[in-house]
Structure formats: structure tokens, C-alpha cells
């Protein structure tokens, strides 16, 4: 990412990708938390604090099977289930999460649940070769798969679900006789004694982000979905693809947004509220009002500003150049811009734990680019 800040800390709408990937998980009321760290340490701390995770840290990088057995003490006494993600894949909504979980606990109880996913351009992925009720009979690294398995279009997103009562067993069997001297997690799918299964969901929703342009991709993709959401639900956005919400940001029905419009965070409109072109909103709230103009701007050159925290009418009508107190607006003059791991558990409430450092992902077996693991008390 070529930045002082965690790659896992780099903002999409506003927020955090690991603080994304957290609010997904909370969602399923994890009993426990536990964040991961490698390198980066205080920063992610930082972010986490008052989430509710714990933060295990991983001093010496050996791999992704290295850095869950970080969580060892963190998770010591419970007994239920483990998902283990990435902290630099914001995107895995929880309902996805949950269906791991239930695959994990189906009637012929594989002992690992892998999440797959079919890719466009499938170079460089793992293999995932599987029967038809998916049950995984091989994984296999691109590099050392056949011509036969790279025909395969199912790959390995590295997104796990464990059970807890297995996975330091297993990690304990696994060994580094690699090229890299590492541990990794993949390697506890195969190995004997029981089966594993894996589930599939969409390619976006595992997108990873190594690079800016990557993280540019996440950023388009979750506006994308935030605005067909917001159209779901009776907001108007006349030219949708100039629109740029934040995280947090809350719209009435019968909202009309006009074209180039940024939303900060901490704004919420009201019902029948008209937001004009070539604004950029923070920090306020607009009660409803029919044909309310809360902001106004008649190009790229005319602005209306005014100061967080300020309160405008829903009547007002913003002049450019005008200036309210404690509240900023202004025209859109750029787009925004858009660790290892995390561990959770799943009991009568369920837990998370999370990492933050990561590598590359494209090989199954390689280092985690932030992994998460989740555990729930069956």
C-alpha cells in the first residue's frame, strides 16, 4: 500500500476495512473477539479499542497456521466454532458468515468449512476439487495443479469455519517443509481423520485489497450495492453512479439526490428532502420538509458551506459562499477515496477474535492478508 498506516486501517466510506468486517461479525453476536496483530501493532489497537475484541499478537510472521494458533490463550476454555477471516476482506456479509457456521453443524459434521468462490480470471488461485454434495477431496495450490485440476473454476478464498474442539489439534500436525519455512492454514483440510466441506458465494465478496487500485475496486463495489440499496428503499438518486455515501449515512424515503453529491459521515435526512447538486454533507441532520433545499450548488465553481453541528432549516436554502456555523458544506471537487487476522466464537452468545497483518492471498497456502477467525459455543 506504500503507507504509514496498516493496510487493514485504509477506509472504505469512511470507515476502516478490519472496523467494517467487525461491525459485519457483531451482527452474529459473537461471544468472544480476538484480533490478531503482526506488525502495526498500536495502530490497530487503537482502532479496535472499545469494540470488544482482544487483541493476540503474532511477533514472528511464520504463516497463516502460525498466526491462528496466536489465539490460543485468548480462546482457552471455550468449546463451539471458529470462522476465521481476513481483515483486508471488508466486504463478507454476515449472513455469508452464518452459512459457514450452518454448514459446519449439518448432519455429517465435516470437521473444517472452506468458502469458495469462481472467479473471472481464476490465475493464480488455489484449486478446490469437491463432490457433488461438497465435500472438498483435494485443495490444491495453482502452481502445482494438473492441466485437468486448473480447469477447475472453484477457488479458495482461504475463509474458514473450525471447530474449535479441532482446529489446535490440527494446527499441530501441520508442519513448514515449504519453501517459505511456513505454517500454513489451508494445509488442515487435508489432512486424515475426518472430512471438510466447502460452501460458495460471490467473487466480490471475497475481494481482497493489497494495492490502492485494489482498494479503489472494494470502495466502487460497496457504493455500488449502498446506492441499488438506497433505491430499494425509495430514495431517488438522479445520476446514481456520482453518489458517494459513508458508512453511516441515513436517507428517508422520497429522498431526491441530485447528481454529485458526497456524503461524510454523520448525516441523516429526513423524508422529502431535496440534497442539490455538487454538495459535499457532514456531520448534520435535516428534518423532513417537503421541497426542502438543504444545500445548494449551482456548479462545480458555486458552493454552499457550513460549519459540523450547525443547524439549517429544512426550508433554508444554502446560497453559494454562504456560511453557517459549525457545519461544512461543499461541492464535490474529487471522488473519496475509498490484521492478520480475527478470530470469533459462537456460544449461547458467540465470540471474535482478529488479526491485523497480512500478505498476499491469490495462493490459498500463502500468508493471510488479515485473517479473521470467529468462534460460537455450540
Known amino acids: ?27 452474529l453476536a459473537p461471544e468472544r473477539q ?5 506488525a502495526g501493532r498500536a495502530q490497530v489497537e487503537k482502532a479496535v479499542a472499545g469494540t470488544g475484541a482482544v487483541i493476540a499478537v503474532q511477533e514472528a ?3 497463516t497456521g502460525h498466526a491462528v494458533a496466536q489465539a490460543h490463550d485468548a480462546l482457552a476454555g471455550f468449546a463451539g466454532d471458529v470462522l476465521i477471516l481476513y481483515g483486508d476482506v471488508p466486504l463478507v456479509s454476515a449472513g455469508t458468515m452464518q452459512a459457514m457456521l450452518d454448514r459446519l453443524s449439518r448432519g455429517d459434521e465435516p470437521r473444517a468449512v472452506v468458502l469458495g468462490f469462481r472467479p473471472d480470471d481464476a ?12 465435500i472438498i477431496e483435494k485443495m490444491v495450490e495453482y502452481k502445482d495443479a494438473s492441466e485437468g485440476e486448473r480447469a477447475v473454476t472453484l477457488c479458495n478464498s482461504g475463509l474458514m469455519a473450525v471447530r474449535s474442539t479441532d482446529l489446535f489439534v490440527l494446527l499441530d500436525q501441520i508442519g513448514n517443509n515449504n519453501a517459505a519455512g511456513e505454517y500454513y492454514l489451508p494445509d488442515i483440510v ?18 481482497g485489497v493489497n494495492s490502492r487500485a485494489e482498494l479503489a475496486g472494494v470502495e466502487a463495489v460497496w457504493q455500488a450495492r449502498r446506492r441499488a440499496e438506497a433505491m430499494r428503499d425509495g430514495v431517488t438518486l438522479v445520476a446514481p453512479e456520482t453518489v458517494f455515501f459513508a458508512h453511516d449515512t441515513v436517507l428517508g424515503r422520497d429522498v431526491v439526490v441530485e ?17 442539490h447538486a455538487f454538495s459535499h454533507l457532514e456531520g448534520r441532520a435535516w428534518p423532513a420538509a417537503r ?21 439549517i432549516s429544512s426550508r433554508s436554502r444554502r446560497r453559494p459562499w454562504a456560511r453557517g456555523r459549525r457545519s461544512i458544506t461543499c461541492p464535490m471537487s474529487a471522488m473519496p477515496a475509498w490484521g492478520r487476522g480475527a478470530i470469533s466464537a459462537r456460544g449461547s452468545s458467540p465470540a471474535i477474535m482478529m488479526a491485523s497483518s497480512s500478505t498476499r492471498r491469490r495462493s490459498a497456502r500463502g500468508r493471510s492478508s488479515g485473517r479473521t477467525v470467529r468462534w460460537w459455543r455450540r
Open 34 to 38: 480476538v484480533v490478531v496483530v503482526g
Open 61 to 63: 510472521q511464520l504463516g
Open 1 to 27: 500500500m506504500k503507507s504509514s498506516l496498516h493496510k487493514v486501517l485504509h477506509p472504505i466510506a469512511g470507515r476502516s476495512m478490519l472496523l467494517h468486517l467487525l461491525a459485519s461479525v457483531s451482527e
Open 259 to 275: 447528481p454529485n453529491v458526497v456524503f461524510g459521515p454523520g448525516v441523516t435526512v429526513a423524508d422529502d428532502v431535496v440534497i
Open 190 to 207: 487435508m489432512l486424515p481423520g475426518g472430512t471438510s466441506a466447502v460452501i460458495e458465494t460471490e467473487a466480490w465478496e471475497v475481494a
Open 123 to 134: 490465475a493464480a488461485y488455489g484449486r478446490i476439487v469437491a463432490d457433488g454434495q461438497g
Open 291 to 311: 421541497r426542502s433545499v438543504p444545500m445548494r450548488g449551482c456548479g462545480p465553481a458555486r458552493t454552499s458551506a457550513s460549519r459540523p453541528r450547525s443547524a
